[in-house]
């Protein structure tokens, strides 16, 4: 099971990509200021502080059932605002039609059952509001630490996957969105690079990483040598040393009827 504990390596390792994908994310979705969001899943605030930041929202909650990361969130000074809390996507403890936009960050394929968190999404948005989520392309090959996991496979190690992989292709997302009954439902990919001073770099934030940090760090030695040079192979650096990581998601929304 891949868990979120570490706040804080949280914010080095996918806090960053979380902000590359969520400034693309929120230009596609060009939301007025002024609105009540919710952020399911809002881990350690590091998509949080975006919203607030670019939505001027009137009113924000995030929820997210991991309390390492909600002690990170709660301690970023632009989140002040914000009204954090601890619980789960499938069971959502707020009223109905009491917001006007949900968002899942890169969380809809760590719900058990996708279809029951849009649904419960759909509960708390009044109607004419918005539901809408991204979530990287993970089996297409656009997670940010694809390398890593190409190279344990080619070792003949299982890398570690969320319950609901399959909602991330781009026909299943708009699928779920659709089967919901949210009208006016668009989809877009989200591409993003984020720059590595060199292969060591990279490498330190991997290891922090929730789903392949735990597979490596139980490698022996040897493994863990093989694992590395593998990896290293597969990721050529630029001419100034530098390492370019590519990742892609997808993004979802629709508006809620009624
Ligand atoms: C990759 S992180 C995304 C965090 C944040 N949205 C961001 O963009 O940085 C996935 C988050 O989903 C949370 N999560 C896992 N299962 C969940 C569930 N059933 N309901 C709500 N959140 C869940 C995890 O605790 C974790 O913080």
Known sequence: MIRFDDGAGYEQMMGKWSRLAGDIFLDWMQAPAGLRWLDIGCGNGAFTETLIERCAPSAISGIDPSEGQLLYAQQRAACRMADFQ?????????????????????????????????????????????????????????????????????????????PSPEVSRMPVLRQTWTDAGLLSVQTTVINVQ??????????????????????????????????????????????????????????????VPG
């Open 86 to 162: 601890q619980g789960d996507a499938m069971t959502l403890p707020y009223g109905n039609a009491g917001f006007d936009a949900a968002v899942m960050a890169l969380v809809l394929f760590f719900v058990p059952e996708p279809a029951k968190g849009v649904a419960e999404m759909m509960r708390v948005v009044r109607p004419g509001g918005t539901v809408s989520a991204y979530v990287w392309d993970l089996l297409e090959g656009g997670f940010p630490l694809v390398a890593i996991q190409e190279q344990m496979r080619a070792m003949g190690k299982t890398p570690m996957l969320p």
């Open 194 to 255: 984020r720059t590595f001073s060199g292969f060591d770099d990279y490498w330190h934030t991997a290891l922090l990483g929730s789903s392949v940090g735990p597979v490596i760090k139980a490698l022996d030695a040897n493994e863990f040598d093989t694992l590395r040079s593998g990896v290293q192979q597969r990721l050529p650096l630029q001419a100034d040393g530098q390492l370019v990581i590519s990742a892609r998601a997808h993004a979802v929304t629709g508006v």
